[in-house]
């Protein structure tokens, strides 16, 4: 209850603002538009907006799903294998020096127009965060408690899910977060390229038309559902992490 309530402060405060900046520079709705001009352009457009919201909204979530997979999975080999974090981690660290956005025209020239474009823009744009932090959290273990466990005779596959992966679900959050924040962002970047709907196609086609209260209505949009991705998985991080005081920090 707490958590809504901030956020209901919070957008309080940036309606204020808004509407004092655009009262201040007298700008005209063209440029920028009242936050009551933007709520108009939500209900009459809503059915508009739902269908575009949709397909981003399953982009983001699948995207996001497939990084989390391949991150962990490249994280464990990582820490499994010697000779994958010899020639595996600084590709990883190299492909960073790319832009993202240089990739969105490639991918959609070798996959297409459709929603998968979008899906891989996601993935990719979350999956560095989310392996170097599960990487991260597996390898800062206490060399003590790993030496004990193979005092005890316990497997590397024994120790990988008793003791290092319990043990990194504290870093892995970090990236979780990190990755909740960037994942829309690849979406929207895919349909900016090249997309006949979602969100980022919505935007494009709004300020092409002039129709800038729309092309904010989705900006917002775009913003809300970051904001329920993202305490969607700090819901789930603070549960997983519950026996992890650090995790809890009030």
Same mark, same amino acid.
């Given at each position: 209850?707490?958590?809504?309530?901030?956020?209901?402060?919070?957008?309080?405060?940036?309606?204020?603002?808004?509407?004092?900046?655009?009262?201040?520079?007298?700008?005209?709705?063209?440029? #920028? *538009?009242?936050?009551?001009?933007?709520?108009?352009?939500? +209900?009459? @457009?809503?059915?508009?907006?739902? !269908?575009? $919201?949709?397909?981003?909204?399953?982009? /983001? %979530? #699948?995207?996001?799903?497939?990084?989390?997979?391949?991150?962990?999975?490249?994280?464990?080999?990582?820490?499994?294998?010697? $000779?994958?974090?010899?020639?595996?981690? *600084?590709?990883? =660290?190299?492909?960073?020096?790319?832009?993202?956005?240089?990739?969105?025209?490639?991918?959609?020239?070798?996959?297409?127009?459709?929603?998968?474009?979008? /899906?891989?823009?996601?993935? %990719?744009?979350?999956?560095?965060?989310?392996? /170097?932090?599960?990487? !991260?959290?597996?390898?800062?273990? !206490?060399?003590? =408690?790993?030496?004990?466990?193979?005092?005890?005779?316990?497997?590397?596959?024994?120790?990988?899910?008793?003791? +290092?992966?319990?043990?990194?679900? *504290?870093?892995?959050? $970090?990236?979780?977060?990190?990755?909740?924040?960037?994942?829309?962002?690849?979406?929207?970047?895919?349909?900016?390229?090249?997309? $006949?709907?979602?969100?980022?196609?919505?935007?494009?086609?709004?300020?092409? +038309?002039?129709?800038? !209260?729309?092309?904010?209505?989705?900006?917002?949009?775009?913003?809300?559902?970051?904001?329920?991705?993202? @305490?969607?998985?700090?819901?789930?991080? @603070?549960? =997983?992490? +519950?026996?992890? *005081?650090?995790?809890?920090?009030?």
């Amino acid at each position: 209850m707490k958590v809504i309530l901030n956020y209901i402060f919070s957008l309080i405060i940036f309606i204020l603002l808004w509407w004092l900046v655009q009262y201040i520079t007298n700008s005209p709705s063209y440029i #920028l *538009p009242s936050p009551y001009e933007v709520f108009l352009s939500i +209900r009459d @457009n809503y059915l508009l907006l739902l !269908d575009h $919201s949709l397909i981003t909204f399953f982009e /983001i %979530l #699948l995207g996001f799903i497939l990084g989390i997979l391949f991150g962990m999975y490249t994280g464990i080999l990582l820490i499994i294998s010697k $000779s994958m974090r010899k020639w595996m981690l *600084p590709f990883i =660290i190299l492909t960073q020096a790319i832009p993202i956005f240089a990739l969105a025209p490639i991918l959609t020239l070798w996959v297409g127009y459709g929603i998968w474009s979008k /899906i891989i823009m996601t993935t %990719l744009i979350i999956y560095f965060p989310i392996t /170097i932090a599960f990487y !991260d959290g597996l390898k800062r273990i !206490d060399p003590m =408690i790993i030496n004990l466990a193979k005092m005890m005779g316990a497997s590397t596959y024994s120790m990988l899910i008793k003791i +290092r992966i319990p043990f990194a679900l *504290p870093q892995l959050t $970090s990236g979780l977060k990190l990755a909740a924040a960037f994942a829309p962002m690849g979406a929207v970047i895919g349909e900016w390229v090249g997309a $006949s709907k979602g969100l980022g196609y919505l935007m494009l086609y709004a300020s092409g +038309r002039v129709q800038i !209260d729309l092309m904010f209505s989705s900006i917002i949009i775009l913003a809300f559902f970051t904001i329920l991705l993202y @305490n969607l998985v700090s819901f789930i991080s @603070n549960y =997983i992490t +519950r026996w992890d *005081p650090k995790s809890h920090i009030k």
